[in-house]
Each structure stands twice: as C-alpha cells, then as structure tokens.
C-alpha cells in the first residue's frame, strides 16, 4: 500500500528528485491506488523513487509562484509544465487550453492548469532538471536556510548518482543534527563554505576609496576655466604639484603630449534599431497602445483622438544579442524624417497587408522590403489572414491576439503575453540573422 505524502514532503522536491532519478511520476485515480490514468482525470500524482513512494493531490500549492497571479502554481501546472517542455509556446497554449476543458467537463471547476510563460516556464525547466539550482520564481523552503536547503539537494543528487534508494533528502534545521544523520551529509556541511551576495564575491566586505586617485588624476585633467581644481588646492596664484607643467615646453624644446583626458576619445554610441507601425485607422496596434503592448504584455483598443506623440521607445534585454545591456528599440509611423542610414537600423515592421504603407519607403515592393526586415501582422485570433500578407512569404511572422472586451479586465488578457514574447522572439532571431551584435550591425550594415 502507498504512503500518502504528509505535510513535510516538498512537491518541486519530489518531482525533482523524480526527473533525477529517471522515475517519471504516474498520475493515479487515489491515493491507495497504483492504477495510472490520463493527467486530466487524474486527481493524485505517485512519486516511486527506489523504495521510496509517495502520493500527492494535483491541487497541491508547489513553492513556485506565477508573475501573473502572484499565487503559488499547483503540482499538476508545474508538471504539465515538465511533460511539455520541448513543445513550441503555441502548441503549449493550445495544449493547455484542451487540458482544462477537459478537466472543467470532469467536474473539476476549482482544479485548471496554469499557463506558464516562457521565462517561467524555462527557469522551471532548469531547475527540475538540475541545470539550476537557483530560480527567480520558487521560494526557498520556510524552516530552511538557502544553504541548507542546497546541500540536502546535494545529498540527494550524491544518493541517486550512486545507486543508493530513497526520496528527496530532508532539510536540516540547524546545524545540529541529529546522531543517525547521514554521514554523508555531515561531511557536506562541515566542509560548506559560508558564501555573501555577489556583491561581497566581486567586491570584498569593504568599499573602496578612490579619493586619491581622484586627486591624482586631476593633475592631468585640461585646464578649462584657466585655474586648477579646487579640490586639490592647486590655483594659477598657489602651489603647483612637483614637476614640468603639462602645457610647458620640455628641456629639449619639444612641447609634452596632450593630458591623457584628452587623448581619449569617447566610444560611439550604439545605434538603436528602428520598428515601423503602420499608420492605417484599421490596424490594431498604433502609437496610441504600442508602448504598453510590447512593454506590458497587455492589449488595449488604439485612441483614435489621442494626439501623442509620433516617435516613442521601448527598451528589451535579447540575451542572444547583449546578454547584459537591454536594446533601446524606436517606435515611429512614418518614415519621413528618416536619414539615409536609418534603414539599415530598420529591425521590423509591423503591417496591416496594405500596400500603400511602404510607398514613402526605401523598399517599396514587400518582397524587397521584407528581405531587409522582418514583417509583423497582428490581426484577431481566429480570422483568416489577409492573402496579400500570406504572398509575402516567409518574411512575415502573423500572430493572433483575442478580441478584446472591455467587460473582461486584465486578466482576461492573459494569452497577450504570450503573443508578445513570440514576437520578440522572432525579433531576436531576425536580428541576429541579419548582423546584429552587443555594439550594433556587424560592419556598420
């Protein structure tokens, strides 16, 4: 007969300590019983790590919490999660989607899977798999330490590695443990090594002072104002640090090289890639509601009498272009105040299928434009997709967003995000397709 988890089994644990061991978890009909079942009919999920067998409730809050709701996801979201995690995101919605309507016509009005998006769902990934041991979104274990935590999960990894049977290793509560404690574990954390943030590894526990180095360095800044800094109290009437002055000639006649301030010269800056709206009244992202498309995640109806501006920003980190400094992107309807060099930054162009959009464009044939630059089309989920846009070819990525309904609030608008991290995918990878990098177009294209 199973063991019905109590309260001191962790769900996240359990299921990565599962994946670990290669004991895929089985969804049952009870918590007695070893007769698996589809995952939407399933009210129970048995974990069999060697002897070790526990069972779970679906509806069992796991540590991980949803940026959307900010509660914490059920074991049966993280573990359909897991099941789906080589799918593409569309075939992840669509999955989703079938699996609730399938549980709501089960009787299960209080039971759903969660859809995860996909940082949440990829830093979820890596941490079951144990390619992480660190996650943005699961809270560390109440009556644990960070470190402790992490060592039990290395006793048990060690366990598994080495053949040995049983579940997940408990966390300690303190530092004394108790005599029949694993060995193992004693030996892990006697030689654990007490660790600060990052900001003690990369800087030490003290801050350092620059302010002679400062006072140095002022000696050879250019005289600007026709007198020295006054922090160091040296003025055209005062004293005057030891040596030649840096605008004197030398003893041979030849006049000292220029301060090294002035040597320097400053770097470019980046050029900032260029997205193209379409001005058409029928399109359904305008200057008015872009911004808190992209940014947000969020879709809400153009203001056909708003008078904002027609040139906005928005910045995104593309970890596969600059994984440290997000992209500053400008947002504009209209190509007519651009330079010459403007088009080479062009980085997308969203379009409704109409051709007289590009006629003020470098490119005025789509098939021309689109080779240069990757073609958006948000149009409503579930209509057909103009045909002119589908002669475009492969150039043009379309999406479908749902209708939208005032009396549905915002988190009737979950699916948006979704729609929005798949364009800035397809964005990323059009980009670097065609030369960018962390300092801007390869070349200077």
Same mark, same amino acid.
């Given at each position: 007969?199973?063991?019905?988890?109590?309260?001191?089994?962790?769900?996240?644990?359990?299921?990565?300590?599962?994946?670990?061991?290669?004991?895929?978890?089985?969804?049952?009909?009870?918590?007695?019983?070893?007769?698996?079942?589809?995952?939407?009919?399933?009210?129970?999920?048995?974990?069999?790590?060697?002897?070790?067998?526990?069972?779970?409730?679906?509806?069992?809050?796991?540590?991980?919490?949803?940026?959307?709701?900010?509660?914490?996801?059920?074991?049966?979201?993280?573990?359909?999660?897991?099941?789906?995690?080589?799918?593409?995101?569309?075939?992840?919605?669509?999955?989703?989607?079938?699996?609730?309507?399938?549980?709501?016509?089960?009787?299960?009005?209080?039971?759903?899977?969660?859809?995860?998006?996909?940082?949440?769902?990829?830093?979820?990934?890596?941490?079951?798999?144990?390619?992480?041991?660190?996650?943005?979104?699961?809270?560390?274990?109440?009556?644990?330490?960070?470190?402790?935590?992490?060592?039990?999960?290395?006793?048990?990894?060690?366990?598994?590695?080495?053949?040995?049977?049983?579940?997940?290793?408990?966390?300690?509560?303190?530092?004394?443990?108790?005599?029949?404690?694993?060995?193992?574990?004693?030996?892990?954390?006697?030689?654990?090594?007490?660790?600060?943030?990052?900001?003690?590894?990369?800087?030490?526990?003290?801050?350092?002072?620059?302010?002679?180095?400062?006072?140095?360095?002022?000696?050879?800044?250019?005289?600007?104002?026709?007198?020295?800094?006054?922090?160091?109290?040296?003025?055209?009437?005062?004293?005057?640090?030891?040596?030649?002055?840096?605008?004197?000639?030398?003893?041979?006649?030849?006049?000292?090289?220029?301060?090294?301030?002035?040597?320097?010269?400053?770097?470019?800056?980046?050029?900032?890639?260029?997205?193209?709206?379409?001005?058409?009244?029928?399109?359904?992202?305008?200057?008015?509601?872009?911004?808190?498309?992209?940014?947000?995640?969020?879709?809400?109806?153009?203001?056909?009498?708003?008078?904002?501006?027609?040139?906005?920003?928005?910045?995104?980190?593309?970890?596969?272009?600059?994984?440290?400094?997000?992209?500053?992107?400008?947002?504009?309807?209209?190509?007519?105040?651009?330079?010459?060099?403007?088009?080479?930054?062009?980085?997308?162009?969203?379009?409704?299928?109409?051709?007289?959009?590009?006629?003020?464009?470098?490119?005025?044939? /789509?098939?021309?434009?689109?080779?240069?630059?990757?073609?958006?089309?948000?149009?409503?989920?579930?209509?057909?997709? /103009?045909?002119?846009?589908?002669?475009?070819?492969?150039?043009?990525?379309?999406?479908?967003?749902?209708?939208?309904?005032?009396?549905?609030?915002?988190?009737?608008?979950?699916?948006?995000?979704?729609?929005?991290?798949?364009?800035?995918?397809?964005?990323?990878?059009?980009?670097?397709?065609?030369?960018?990098?962390?300092?801007?177009?390869?070349?200077?294209?």
């Amino acid at each position: 007969m199973m063991n019905t988890a109590d309260s001191q089994d962790d769900a996240l644990l359990l299921l990565r300590s599962s994946i670990q061991s290669k004991a895929t978890p089985i969804p049952v009909d009870g918590p007695d019983s070893s007769t698996a079942c589809a995952l939407s009919s399933a009210p129970f999920l048995q974990f069999n790590i060697g002897s070790h067998h526990t069972t779970l409730a679906f509806t069992t809050p796991t540590r991980f919490i949803s940026t959307a709701t900010s509660q914490p996801v059920s074991l049966r979201s993280v573990y359909f999660a897991w099941l789906n995690k080589d799918i593409a995101v569309r075939d992840y919605i669509d999955a989703t989607s079938r699996v609730n309507e399938e549980l709501s016509a089960a009787g299960g009005a209080n039971d759903r899977v969660d859809n995860l998006v996909f940082a949440e769902k990829l830093d979820l990934i890596t941490w079951l798999e144990s390619a992480s041991n660190e996650s943005d979104y699961i809270k560390p274990l109440p009556s644990s330490a960070p470190n402790e935590e992490v060592a039990a999960q290395a006793d048990a990894a060690d366990k598994i590695a080495t053949g040995a049977a049983g579940g997940p290793a408990p966390t300690a509560q303190n530092r004394a443990l108790p005599k029949e404690a694993d060995p193992r574990l004693r030996e892990i954390l006697h030689n654990e090594r007490r660790m600060g943030n990052r900001n003690t590894a990369l800087r030490g526990t003290k801050n350092t002072d620059f302010t002679a180095v400062r006072k140095f360095a002022e000696a050879f800044s250019p005289n600007k104002s026709g007198s020295r800094v006054s922090k160091t109290g040296f003025t055209n009437g005062g004293p005057r640090p030891a040596g030649p002055s840096p605008s004197a000639p030398l003893s041979n006649g030849a006049k000292s090289p220029m301060p090294l301030v002035q040597n320097r010269t400053k770097p470019g800056r980046r050029p900032e890639p260029i997205i193209l709206l379409s001005p058409s009244a029928s399109s359904l992202l305008r200057m008015s509601n872009i911004k808190s498309f992209l940014n947000d995640g969020m879709y809400t109806p153009p203001d056909s009498t708003s008078t904002s501006t027609n040139l906005l920003h928005v910045s995104r980190l593309l970890p596969s272009i600059d994984p440290v400094r997000p992209l500053r992107f400008i947002l504009v309807d209209t190509p007519e105040l651009f330079k010459p060099d403007y088009w080479s930054r062009l980085a997308a162009v969203f379009t409704t299928g109409q051709t007289w959009q590009f006629k003020s464009y470098k490119w005025t044939s /789509p098939p021309e434009l689109f080779a240069h630059a990757l073609g958006v089309h948000v149009g409503w989920r579930g209509e057909d997709v /103009p045909s002119s846009v589908k002669g475009w070819g492969r150039g043009v990525v379309s999406v479908g967003i749902d209708k939208y309904n005032a009396q549905q609030g915002p988190q009737g608008r979950w699916r948006d995000r979704e729609v929005v991290e798949g364009i800035w995918t397809v964005v990323e990878e059009s980009m670097r397709n065609r030369g960018w990098g962390r300092d801007g177009l390869a070349g200077g294209r």
